[in-house]
């Protein structure tokens, strides 16, 4: 509660440091961004510790979904900066002559993030490249269920960054519906759906924007492949989006998978296969999976397990750990669809598999459900692709693999509908904390008298014409040539 108390002075202190005008100079941004990648590098074995002790992670895992992808962040900002800090010019139509007109890119000012805690490092410090490098004073509010990352945080970016222009404020529930009290220039948030209404709900009373990512189900559909290549593949590849991402709890992990009927039978079998060559046949031994983040999470799973309807769906694993929090690799086929692990987020380790007549009934599976942060489509079908990008709505779409768009820079990361909105990641990280601002300078060298009262048929003629850029017709009514309607 101390720090609730002393919150205000704090946030006076980032204001005025975002009032100075130092967080708008490249060489502040610049300072910032490197001091990230330092804090990446010489703390790197101190952040896999702590994702250990949190979430169970493999440090290898944690470099490639955090640290990893992190360091590409920053060195991409870094590289980009002076591209992405330029004004751009924008065209004018001729009758504005002698006029120019440019895209000025500023910085919001103070911006809350509020991160999650299942990438407790990469969703955290995600956003906050962006914000940085586009010239903004930040509070970074970690996830309070990741205690060791949220610890860590909170002890090494005031060594590494500029403690009076970015803040890490730690706590749980009231510490975050005090900052959301607060007035902030942005607010981006990552969670669930139901906190993702809190934020909204908060934000409007001061008509702050938001940019919120949630997730929800993310489907897989997967099509028959003949080649024993192409089936190695895409198995690997669907696994890897299910039990190598956070043991499932990623909001783009895949949720459920959909696919033909006749092809159920073979698919089973190739998952089962590959599940114990990828996690082993412990695979809480081989440490190749994480762990549940909590107690409270456990045993949310664990009831979706309970119920009878569901339990006799498990065709692989259903093994649970309570002690240590485990929950091995789970594949079910044609649970109901009105339990709730086919109506709620699973977020872990259960993978439901749902036949169909045929694959492109898929397309009106998804299509009767919220919109997903992510569709993964696993097909040779050019047309079945071209179906889904035209008759589907989603974040993103990846065609034969999954949770890999995560890491591309050049495309943005977003959610539509129930799944989120706004984006982020490369430049669109820097778009989302940046106002574009309209800059348009005129010369009084001329003057478009018609603009100006009183009116007539004449100047009501005239300005047709130039709103129609037809600047011939213009000149015939100038003239006289062209009688006025």
């Not at 975002?18 to 790197?44: P, V």
């Not at 009105?338 to 380790?349: L, V």
Request: proline fraction near 5%; glycine fraction near 6%; hydrophobic fraction near 40%.
């Amino acid at each position: 509660m101390a720090e609730i108390e002393n919150l205000e002075p704090d946030l006076e202190e980032l204001r005025e440091s975002y009032r100075s005008g130092k967080t708008k100079e490249a060489s502040w941004r610049k300072s910032q961004l490197k001091g990230l990648l330092t804090l990446l590098k010489e703390q790197e074995k101190d952040i896999f510790k702590a994702l250990e002790q949190d979430l169970g992670k493999h440090y290898a895992e944690s470099y490639r979904d955090e640290v990893g992808t992190l360091t590409k962040s920053v060195n991409l900002a870094l590289s980009s900066l002076k591209d992405w800090m330029s004004s751009r010019k924008a065209k004018l139509p001729i009758a504005t002559f002698p006029s120019t007109a440019e895209v000025f890119p500023e910085p919001l000012g103070l911006v809350l993030i509020i991160s999650s805690w299942n990438f407790p490092f990469g969703l955290s410090l995600e956003p906050v490249i962006g914000a940085i490098a586009a010239g903004n004073s930040v509070v970074l509010k970690p996830s309070e269920l990741a205690p060791a990352s949220s610890s860590l945080l909170a002890k090494t970016i005031p060594t590494y960054l500029d403690k009076k222009a970015v803040k890490v404020i730690e706590g749980g529930a009231a510490v975050g519906e005090h900052l959301l009290r607060c007035k902030w220039d942005k607010i981006f948030f990552t969670g669930n759906p139901r906190v993702g209404r809190v934020v909204m709900t908060a934000a409007a009373n001061h008509l702050t924007p938001v940019t919120l990512e949630l997730g929800g189900k993310c489907p897989a559909i997967f099509d028959s492949f003949s080649s024993s290549w192409d089936k190695e593949m895409v198995i690997k590849r669907v696994l890897g989006g299910k039990f190598g991402a956070c043991a499932g709890q990623a909001c783009i992990a895949i949720d459920y998978i959909l696919v033909q009927e006749g092809f159920a039978p073979t698919l089973l079998e190739l998952l089962r296969n590959m599940t114990k060559k990828m996690f082993g046949e412990n695979p809480r031994e081989t440490k190749s999976m994480a762990r549940i983040i909590n107690k409270k999470h456990f045993l949310r799973l664990k009831n979706i397990l309970d119920d009878p309807s569901v339990q006799s769906c498990i065709v692989h694993g259903g093994g649970v750990d309570e002690d240590n929090l485990f929950i091995e690799p789970t594949i079910l086929m044609n649970p109901p669809l009105k339990a709730s692990i086919m109506t709620d987020e699973i977020f872990g380790p259960l993978l439901p598999i749902i036949t169909l007549k045929k694959i492109e009934d898929s397309i009106e599976f998804i299509n009767s459900r919220p919109k997903a942060l992510a569709i993964y489509v696993f097909t040779k079908n050019e047309t079945l692709k071209r179906r889904i990008i035209s008759e589907t709505s989603s974040g993103s779409v990846t065609f034969n693999d999954a949770i890999i768009q995560y890491a591309a820079d050049t495309i943005p990361f977003g959610g539509v509908g129930e799944s989120g909105f706004g984006r982020y990641h490369g430049k669109f990280s820097f778009d989302t904390f940046t106002h574009e601002k309209a800059i348009l300078r005129r010369s009084l060298l001329t003057e478009f008298w018609f603009r100006f009262p009183p009116w007539n048929d004449f100047k009501l003629a005239l300005t047709k014409s130039a709103y129609r850029f037809d600047y011939f017709e213009f000149l015939l009514v100038l003239l006289g040539l062209k009688k006025n309607s």
